[in-house]
């Protein structure tokens, strides 16, 4: 998309394009602090300062995008927030050490199978919008009968 810049002194006007841009922006943001606002990720300083910051530009990209007569400067506050998030981005991708932030973790669909007398060994939290979470496992859990693929899996990554 190319944008128009004003001259100095003219009025700006957020056209739709823009909001659409913005609009997909916060969506994106939605999804990464709802990442960042469960376990293990909510009990670090370091995610909970990510976390303000995104909420904070968040609310004025919104705000600026969305009262475009009301704000001074609406175009200037939307590029200066998104090159502020683009700054946050690249910082957690280059200098955050752990791998769960960096990797994606969503699954589609999963399929738990077991027998009527059996126990499923895990506790799911059903969460917003049909999110399921597995919020902890038991002893003698369906992959006890993995022993051999468990203990071959620890000594793989011990190694």
């Known amino acids: 998309m190319s944008m128009n810049f004003p001259k100095v002194g003219e009025k700006q ?3 739709a394009p823009v909001m ?8 994106s943001v939605r999804l990464l602090l709802s ?14 300062t990510v976390r303000t910051t995104l909420i904070s ?12 007569t009301f704000a001074e ?3 200037d506050v939307i590029r200066s927030c998104c090159d502020k998030l683009a700054h946050l981005a690249d910082k957690v991708i280059q200098e955050f050490t ?7 973790a969503s699954l589609d669909v999963a399929t738990v199978r077991k027998r009527a007398e059996e126990e499923l060994g895990i506790i799911l939290e ?5 999110i399921h979470l597995v919020v902890e496992t038991r002893m003698l859990n369906p992959t006890q009968g993995w022993s051999p693929v468990m203990k071959l899996f620890r000594s793989t990554i011990k190694q």
Not at 126 to 130: A, D, K, L, P, T
Request: charged residues 20%.
């Open 126 to 130: 059903s969460g917003q919008h049909g």
């Open 20 to 27: 659409s841009s913005v609009a997909d922006v916060l969506d």
């Open 35 to 48: 990442w960042l606002e469960r376990k293990p990720f909510d009990l670090t300083h370091a995610y909970h």
């Open 98 to 104: 752990d791998p769960l932030i960096l990797q994606p």
């Open 13 to 15: 006007v957020v056209r």
């Open 57 to 68: 530009l968040s609310l004025e990209l919104a705000t600026n995008a969305q009262r475009d």
């Open 73 to 75: 400067q609406p175009m």
